[in-house]
């Protein structure tokens, strides 16, 4: 047989049934019952504080949650929407940058964006410091190499692609010699790896495995200084934009037009290029996904596939030199990166939280479990002292 369970209550109500049938005086119980009494008062004067506190943090959750959520499409509001702001940006700068005929004339304007550029990255550096700590690491935030890595070469090959530009800037050189546009390669390349790095390890650092393909959406809204990285982010795009217009233009009207184009041509075809590329940001919000599929469908061919072929096929070196066993590695490999790359970025895309407030922005929701546990403690500290009732 199984021993019936008996509470601590019952035992000593029982006790003091015996003392009293043996004629034993019962014991003094005035300082449990005050104690009781007590302890009875704190509780619920501690549950009135803890539920006038909960509903202060509910109102501040929804007021916070009201000023950070952004309405990217707001009938009521248009004049602050953000389909409209692309437009506006897109038609006052934009398109005025776009319709230079000469590509020199941009580089005082691409000095700005790697002026703008730095103070994005001291932005994000500064934050590793400030806000990594109160962010919770990820589990297994630390293993190298997962499987999406191959969509994350992508993603990196895209950072470095410039080959459809490069006899454009050439030829906009003072004296284009090889010696000169050799050393301007190796420079440019070093910095921007350089400055790839620190964007890279200094967002995952603050985030790990909560890193967005945009890192800005990681971000609180309340943050003044990312709100300024925002729109040195935003004034950059505007000024790299034309550049990438330009070789677009160069090539259409070198394909269909024989390299020369009227001024009523060259209008009319810039605000096709830029109505067209407006459009697609208008429709597509999440930049993770941008990012993949233009890295293995444009930057992996660019970089690793066609320079390679091109130097098999043309080069009269033999088969041991260095530069052609260089190019057979390279050829299979962007084929890769291109092929699975593809596969994974439809069938396993990234989360994309656009607009949306991470939850490390809102630092009540990590009070509740002190809360509970407090109002535990109290309660078991209650239900002990009611022993006091059994006389």
Not at 15 to 32: D, H, Q, S
Not at 34 to 62: F, L
Not at 372 to 377: A, D, E, K, P
Request: negative net charge; hydrophobic residues 45%.
């Amino acid at each position: 047989m199984e021993r019936p369970e008996v509470s601590f209550p019952q035992a000593l109500g029982v006790y003091i049934a015996l003392l009293a049938l043996l004629g034993i005086p019962k014991p003094r119980v005035e300082f449990a019952e005050i104690r009781y009494t007590y302890m009875k008062e704190e509780v619920e004067e501690s549950n009135n504080q803890e539920e006038i506190e909960g509903r202060r943090r509910r109102r501040r959750r929804r007021r916070r949650k009201d000023e950070c959520e952004i309405e990217y499409f707001d009938p009521e509001n248009l004049l602050i929407g953000h389909h409209f702001i692309i437009v506006l940006s897109t038609v006052a700068f934009t398109l005025p940058l776009s319709l230079y005929r000469d590509i020199a004339k941009l580089g005082k304007i691409s000095l700005i964006s790697t002026v703008l550029t730095t103070l994005i990255l001291g932005i994000v550096m500064a934050r590793v410091v400030s806000l990594g700590p109160h962010i919770p690491k990820t589990e297994d935030a630390w293993t190298f190499a997962k499987p999406s890595a191959i969509q994350a070469v992508g993603v990196m090959s895209f950072a470095f692609i410039c080959h459809h530009n490069c006899f454009l800037v050439y030829g906009s050189l003072e004296e284009p010699t090889v010696a000169k546009w050799s050393r301007i390669i190796h420079v440019s390349t070093l910095i921007s790896v350089f400055i790839s790095i620190l964007f890279a390890a200094c967002g995952y650092l603050t985030f790990t495995g909560y890193t967005q393909g945009d890192l800005f959406e990681n971000y609180c809204r309340n943050d003044d200084l990312v709100t300024f990285g925002r729109f040195c982010y935003g004034v950059t795009v505007i000024l790299t934009y034309p550049i990438e217009c330009f070789v677009t233009r160069e090539v259409i009207a070198n394909v269909f037009f024989g390299g020369t184009l009227s001024s009523v041509f060259h209008i009319i075809l810039t605000v096709v290029i830029i109505t067209v590329a407006t459009l697609v940001s208008l429709l597509i919000d999440c930049l993770g996904i941008v990012l993949e599929l233009n890295g293995v469908l444009c930057a992996a061919p660019l970089i690793f596939i066609i320079p390679s072929a091109c130097y098999l096929k043309l080069s009269e070196e033999p088969r041991t030199h260095s530069d052609k066993i260089m190019s057979c590695v390279m050829l299979p490999i962007g084929a890769v990166v291109m092929a699975v790359g593809f596969v994974m970025a439809v069938t396993n895309p990234q989360d994309c939280t656009h607009g949306q407030e991470m939850f490390y922005c809102f630092p009540d929701n990590f009070s509740l479990t002190n809360i509970s546990i407090s109002r535990f403690q109290l309660t078991t500290q209650l239900s002990i002292l009611n022993v006091s009732i059994f006389q």
